[in-house]
Structure formats: C-alpha cells, structure tokens
C-alpha cells in the first residue's frame, strides 16, 4: 500500500512556472511507476505525465511535451511536476497516482488545484 499527498499547487500567471511535488508513504515506493493526472471542471480526469520505477523512461500527453518534466526521487520517495509556459488549459485538479509494477493506477492522492490566469 502506498499512501499519496500532493503539493505545490496554486495560481499562476499564462507563460508562469510550478512546480508540483506528491510524497509517497510505504516502503515500496520503487516498485510503483508514478504518474500525474489533471482534471478540468466538468471534464474526465487526463492523464498528464509518468514515470517508470527507477525513472529512466518517462512519457507524457501530447499537450505538455516540452514544457512538463517528471522527475522521482526513490530515496525520498517524492515524485514532481515541473511545469514551464503554462496555458490556461493547464488549469485543474492535479493528482498524483501510482500503479505496482505493470498493473493499472490503483492509488491516488487527493489533488491539488492548479489555476493559470491569463
């Protein structure tokens, strides 16, 4: 089991920066791959970024490649969002979730909203 909390939400300027962490409990943190998730009001939750267990491969949306990096650190069993140039689409909740190994994201955290004024 793997208890998840993000942070680092908040509003932002079009064109700004943020930074979102997710800090994960257990001691198996290594073995989940861990991902990001936004949703927008009324729409479904989309998936943003991921990231593998030991972080050597990553793949994102097509609508944040190139200003998104995912990055984990399994010593502190954190995982962070660093998102550049932010757009107003950009805007909603923020989860960070994880999947065991090749299984699908069974744990999620609770979000944190993201707002882009323009």
């Known amino acids: 089991q793997v208890q998840l909390v993000e942070s680092g939400g908040g509003l932002v300027q079009a064109g700004g920066s943020l930074r979102l962490s997710c800090a994960a409990s257990?001691?198996?943190?290594?073995?989940?791959?861990m991902g990001w998730f936004r949703q927008a009001p009324g729409k479904e939750r989309d998936f943003v970024a991921a990231?593998?267990?030991?972080?050597?491969?990553?793949n994102y949306a097509d609508s944040v490649k190139g200003r998104f990096t995912i990055s984990r650190d399994n010593a502190k069993n954190t995982v962070d969002l660093q998102m550049n140039s932010l757009k107003p689409d950009d805007m909603g909740v923020y989860y960070c979730a994880a999947a065991l190994y090749y299984s699908s994201w069974s744990h999620w955290g609770q979000g944190t909203q993201v707002t882009v004024s323009s």
């Open positions: 990231i593998t267990w030991s972080g050597v491969r990553t």
């Open positions: 257990g001691r198996t943190f290594s073995s989940y791959r």
